[in-house]
């Protein structure tokens, strides 16, 4: 949060975004993720997904990065946030450069798709695809 949003270091950039506890629980994957990327780090519990998705889609607007990859924990409700917002921020500000979601899992990196998150934003998209339908009240 702490980055301007046209800093040199992510003009034109490849950005690595990814939660804080990342750099101590898996600084390994880190590196693999981030090789040759820049680093910017928040955690979710902190700082709340509004500021940051802000400050993510001005970021875009500004120094045109060249791809964003998104890296969290899986299965936190604060981590998932950030693939949310970071897709927010792609729709808001029309970016067109590659995004990618990883997500570690019992040490393992895994991509998980766009449509992916935007299906976990949609809990009744969720329930039709695990389910077949959508229980009306």
Do not use: W
């Not at 702490?2 to 600084?27: D, G, N, Q, W, Y």
């Not at 970021?59 to 917002?85: A, E, R």
């Not at 991509?111 to 998209?125: D, K, T």
């Amino acid at each position: 949060m702490s980055t301007s949003v046209t800093s040199s270091l992510i003009k034109e950039a490849h950005l690595l975004l990814l939660s804080s506890c990342m750099l101590r629980e898996h600084p390994d994957l880190v590196e693999e993720a981030g090789a040759g990327h820049a680093k910017l780090h928040v955690c979710l519990q902190e700082t709340h997904m509004d500021r940051v998705g802000f400050k993510v889609a001005t970021m875009i607007f500004k120094s045109s990065p060249s791809s964003i990859t998104v890296l969290t924990m899986n299965g936190s409700p604060h981590c998932i946030q950030l693939h949310f917002l970071v897709e927010q921020a792609r729709q808001l500000t029309s970016y067109t450069g590659p995004v990618r979601h990883l997500v570690v899992e019992k040490g393992e990196l895994i991509e998980v798709s766009s449509e992916a998150v935007r299906v976990a934003r949609h809990l009744a998209s969720v329930e039709k695809l695990l389910t077949g339908r959508v229980r009306s009240v």
